[in-house]
């Protein structure tokens, strides 16, 4: 009889690792908390309007080929993708921004009219990012942070200043206008940590923008969700929603299923792409590797105030991806990661995916969606929800010199309160642990647990680390470890 598989969480992660495990030949079973699946990646449908509640950055393409090519499929066997041009732009004053386009040729030319030379270095710095993506991307991050040795090879070896410098002070060597220092800072903060705090290898995410380019999947960044779950069940994957997970079942030391909404669902083996601080509470205390006080000390990913708005028009001066960098980041990341409370006057990301995509949008209105990065663990309350809208809505109309305050037909909001509530993450986090120097593969915590056998972890908080790329990654990961360390047919064999 096959083995048989309890997976915690549908987001990307969880079904990646489901389709690597029924592919493998065990029986596999996906349960979400949710009524829908996808996690952090689900939508929000008002009114005509369909917004992506979580990602809406469509990076690194050439992951999800790899993703679906396992499978003898493409991506376009299930969603069309569109490369965006322009890919975003970037606001730093009133009428006063940079547009990023869709080829490194037309980047190098934006760069040169702001600052005479840039573009040579701007060719070289991106040359050095592609050279560190094919390392990472093609090789590193696909090995399970089982070992240092892992991150040793000819490659790396040439590179090793680069993880004790840091991706702000090679920026800034090299660029003196603090507008395209500005921009080629902005990729590493899907790692989840300051430029200052990001080892300076880690500019493969540069590469990623310029190099790669920036896509949209019509119908949204859903649409990669509903493919996976397509794939999952043609490779005979069950999944249960509406089931939230309230004990992980372990017996002499090795995990045994689930109890789910009081039912008893016995397995072989457990995997959770859950949030991982919340997997280990379902745990009795003695199979719990991390304590309450080693988590107060990683470094997180920032939280996100979120607001979904349906206008009633099309509007003007903005992109499908808009970046407000008219304030002074380092305060705001000050209020994020050294003092963490609300920021003063912060940072903001607006997407407009009606601009795109008509599926987004009744004919002659817009969807909008702004994001604002915030420390996890603050206070939430409608009232400071309300407050920041005001603040980053009056300076949107104030950059773009365009009024849509009275255009707002609805707004939604998602922010800590909400991650917590709906995704059981710590202090309510958006992103996972950040990719700091003491955060990289080895260091982070293990996909496969050290106290109990057959319990596995998967998602951003493990190996690679956050975003949707590594997530993917991380789910083949976890299933290697599986396939590894457990028999498709008999009990554990290691």
């Avoid at 069950?238 to 004990?247: R, S």
Wanted: hydrophobic residues 40%.
């Amino acid at each position: 009889m096959k083995s048989s598989i309890s997976i915690i969480g549908s987001g990307f992660s969880s079904l990646a690792a489901s389709c690597y495990l029924a592919k493998a030949g065990y029986q596999v079973t996906v349960f979400e908390k949710n009524k829908t699946i996808g996690g952090r990646a689900r939508q929000l449908k008002k009114d005509g309007f369909t917004f992506d509640i979580g990602p809406t950055w469509y990076w690194m393409p050439d992951v999800f080929e790899r993703f679906f090519a396992d499978f003898n499929k493409k991506p376009s066997d299930y969603y069309t993708l569109e490369k965006l041009n322009p890919a975003y732009s970037v606001y730093f004053g009133k009428d006063d921004f940079i547009t990023i386009e869709d080829t490194l040729e037309k980047i190098k030319l934006a760069f040169e009219k702001e600052e005479a030379g840039s573009s040579k270095k701007l060719n070289k710095f991106i040359n050095s990012a592609k050279n560190n993506y094919d390392i990472a991307i093609k090789d590193l991050v696909y090995n399970p942070g089982v070992s240092p040795l892992e991150l040793i090879t000819p490659a790396t070896i040439k590179k090793i200043n680069q993880f004790f410098s840091t991706i702000k002070k090679d920026v800034r060597k090299e660029f003196k206008n603090e507008r395209l220092v500005k921009i080629l800072e902005f990729p590493v903060l899907f790692l989840g940590a300051k430029p200052s705090d990001t080892p300076s290898f880690y500019s493969f995410m540069n590469y990623a923008d310029f190099g790669l380019g920036t896509f949209h999947p019509k119908k949204g960044m859903y649409q990669v969700i509903l493919a996976m779950e397509s794939l999952a069940k043609e490779l005979g994957v069950t999944i249960k929603t509406n089931v939230n997970i309230d004990k992980i079942m372990v017996e002499n030391g090795t995990a045994t299923g689930v109890v789910a909404n009081g039912e008893i669902y016995k397995s072989d083996v457990v995997v959770s792409g859950a949030d991982y601080h919340h997997t280990e509470t379902l745990l009795d205390s003695p199979y719990r590797q991390y304590s309450e006080n080693y988590w107060k000390k990683k470094t997180f990913a920032p939280s996100s105030l979120l607001f979904y708005v349906g206008f009633d028009k099309k509007l003007i001066h903005v992109n499908h991806h808009t970046l407000f960098f008219d304030v002074d980041f380092d305060i705001h990341a000050e209020a994020i990661y050294d003092k963490p409370q609300w920021p003063e006057n912060p940072l903001f990301y607006a997407s407009f995916p009606s601009i795109t995509d008509a599926n987004a949008a009744p004919e002659g209105k817009e969807a909008g969606i702004f994001l604002i990065p915030l420390a996890p663990g603050i206070e939430d309350t409608p009232e400071l929800r309300n407050l920041y809208f005001d603040k980053i809505i009056t300076r949107f109309e104030d950059l773009t010199s365009h009024n849509v305050k009275k255009h707002i037909i609805f707004k939604e909001s998602f922010c800590i309160n909400d991650f917590i509530k709906d995704y059981n993450s710590y202090k309510g986090n958006a992103y996972g642990m950040a990719n700091t120097l003491l955060q990289t593969a080895f260091l982070r915590p293990k996909l496969k647990s050290k106290l109990v056998e057959s319990l596995f972890f998967t998602g951003q908080l493990t190996v690679p680390g956050p975003g949707v790329p590594p997530s993917l990654i991380s789910g083949k990961l976890v299933a290697d470890l599986v396939t590894k360390h457990h028999d498709i047919t008999h009990e554990s064999i290691i």
